[in-house]
T-cell receptor, first 112, second 108 residues
């Protein structure tokens, strides 16, 4: 069964460092997403990506964040200068259209 | 008003009980509706899509009332393995919006 894969599963980084979270969406899907979930809190939308550009982003997705689909299969989230409050689980998701979204297993980001 | 609202629970029920969760959403232009299940520190997984006509999948029944902007999930004959957080998810053309989730604890 096709699945969304994310790497790494856990990343520890020092405050101020840049991190890149990687995702391989399901191959025939058209819409790609990043969500985050701070421990004990709800799943929050960060950004959606369609047709090689950002289609919508939340207030959380400020200038520190960027997304890329560099090679037609990978979908990355970059955080330029991490802060303590960026510590969270980051989920990548993809969907074909107005259907259900499939989520990767997540990357747990810990900023120290 | 929150985009998607759920009672966070927890709902503590014995095995075999029937339990119902509710959810309301604020955007009347929403197109698609889902219930996801999330186990502790895991990714959300689709439980079922929700349609206006109502739909059933084994012990699970979901209903959508577009006029009231209300979604429900009924779980019959609860199992220990049903213990999880149930996420109400509403979608327009782009993003999916999650409720806070309702935690269910099923005890022996």
């Amino acid at each position: 069964e096709p699945e969304v894969t994310q790497t790494p599963s856990h990343q520890v980084t020092q405050m101020g460092q840049e991190v890149i979270l990687r995702c391989v969406p399901i191959s025939n899907h058209l819409y790609f997403y990043w969500y985050r979930q701070i421990l004990g809190q709800k799943v929050e939308f960060l950004v959606s990506f369609y047709n090689n550009e950002i289609s919508e982003k939340s207030e959380i997705f400020d200038d520190q964040f960027s997304v890329e689909r560099p090679d037609g299969s990978n979908f990355t989230l970059k955080i330029r200068s991490t802060k303590l409050e960026d510590s969270a689980m980051y989920f990548c998701a993809s969907r074909q259209g107005a259907t259900e979204a499939f989520f990767g297993q997540g990357t747990r980001l810990t900023v120290v | 008003r929150k985009e998607v609202e759920q009672d966070p629970g927890p709902f503590n029920v014995p095995e075999g009980a029937t339990v119902a969760f509710n959810c309301t959403y604020s955007n009347s232009a929403s197109q698609s509706f889902f219930w996801y299940r999330q186990d502790c520190r895991k990714e959300p997984k689709l439980l079922m899509s929700v349609y206006s006509s109502g739909n059933e999948d084994g012990r699970f029944t979901a209903q959508l009332n577009r006029a009231s902007q209300y979604i429900s999930l009924l779980i019959r004959d609860s199992k220990l393995s049903d213990s999880a957080t149930y996420l109400c998810v509403v979608s327009g053309f782009q993003k999916l919006v999650f409720g806070t989730g309702t935690r269910l604890l099923v005890s022996p």
